[in-house]
């Protein structure tokens, strides 16, 4: 990599993809650990088993980052307060949940909520990530995908 | 009804405010060291709320099987895969890529516990969703 702005390729595309798989993975586990507690104890307990885990995972992989890390921008405090953030979301979530919106609606207008974000995110360089203009490809992407993510979850749970 | 629905908003912003900066750590550090601060964080949040309002260690928790855990560390490697794409696609193309993948795999996974769907709505949906994946990789060549 010689340039500081990497243009996007394949395999960045593909493990977003692949990332969203391995969400449906963790809200499946985090569901199965709320239902013997309730959902502050599987956040927690996923907050705590992760912390561990990526200890582990930073130990594992120590001596492969070793360099040109003196010539990064250091991170501004509230870099840093991601966590912050997920952890609201858990509370928001279950409380939306538990509303006369369900499990559909919530999630539905949850990803409504995160593509408004992203919108502006990518618009305004917001957080010192690139600015991004979105295309109209951009555009039709997002339209088609979130029509059909709209069907799966509204669908959800019926017999056909 | 207003309340909840703005509720179910304010969550979904949070996730994309969360991978923003996440994402920007990861540019200052590694995406790994970035998951690591998002649930070091995250955990030190929920134990103090815990604390405050009760119930951190609900009776029944104690029967939780270990692979109700294995939670955690995908999250790990789920926030660190989306502090490293996010500052190389975008937020929107992350968010939306993101979103189809869990959609569909999800599809995938209610197949497999065989989970009541309605066919044609899910098979549409998984159909939309894989052409609005095409028309991303389309731009990626460009």
Same mark, same amino acid.
């Given at each position: 990599m010689t340039t500081s702005t990497p243009r =996007?390729?394949?395999?960045? %595309?593909m493990a977003a993809f692949g990332t969203g798989g391995l969400l449906t993975l963790m809200v499946h586990f985090n569901g199965e650990l709320g239902r013997y507690g309730n959902a502050l104890f599987s956040s927690w307990g996923a907050h705590g088993t992760g912390t561990v885990a990526?200890?582990? %995972? +930073?130990a594992l992989l120590y001596r492969r980052r070793e360099r040109n890390?003196?010539?990064? +921008? =250091?991170? =501004? %405090?509230?870099a840093y307060l991601g966590g912050l953030s997920g952890a609201a979301t858990v509370m928001l979530t279950s409380l939306a949940v538990n509303s006369p919106l369900a499990l559909a609606g919530t999630l539905a207008l949850g990803l409504a909520g995160q593509?408004?974000?992203?919108?502006?995110?990518?618009?305004?360089g917001l957080f010192g990530l690139p600015r991004r203009r979105p295309t109209l490809r951009d555009l039709a992407a997002l339209a088609l995908i979130l029509a059909g993510s709209a +069907?799966?979850?509204?669908f959800r749970g019926f017999e056909s | 009804m207003t309340m909840p629905i703005l509720v179910a908003c304010l969550a979904g912003l949070l996730v994309g405010l969360s991978r923003q900066l996440n994402g920007r750590l990861a540019v200052s550090t590694s995406p790994l060291i970035s998951s690591f601060w998002n649930h070091a964080v995250g955990f030190a949040a929920l134990t103090v709320l815990g604390l405050v309002v009760g119930g951190l260690i609900p009776p029944g928790a104690e029967n939780a099987p270990w692979h109700a855990y294995v939670g955690g560390p995908i999250g790990v490697v789920f926030v660190a895969a989306g502090s490293w794409v996010i500052a190389r696609i975008?937020?929107?193309?992350?968010?939306?890529?993101?979103i189809g993948g869990q959609m569909v795999s999800g599809v995938l996974l209610d197949l497999v516990l065989a989970a009541p769907t309605t066919l044609w709505a899910t098979g549409l949906g998984v159909i939309l969703i894989l052409a609005g994946v095409v028309v991303t990789q389309t731009q990626a060549k460009r």
């Open positions: =996007p390729r394949l395999i960045h %595309f990526a200890i582990l %995972f +930073l890390t003196a010539e990064r +921008l =250091p991170a =501004p %405090f509230w593509v408004v974000f992203s919108l502006g995110a990518d618009l305004w +069907l799966i979850i509204l | 975008g937020a929107v193309n992350t968010a939306i890529l993101v």
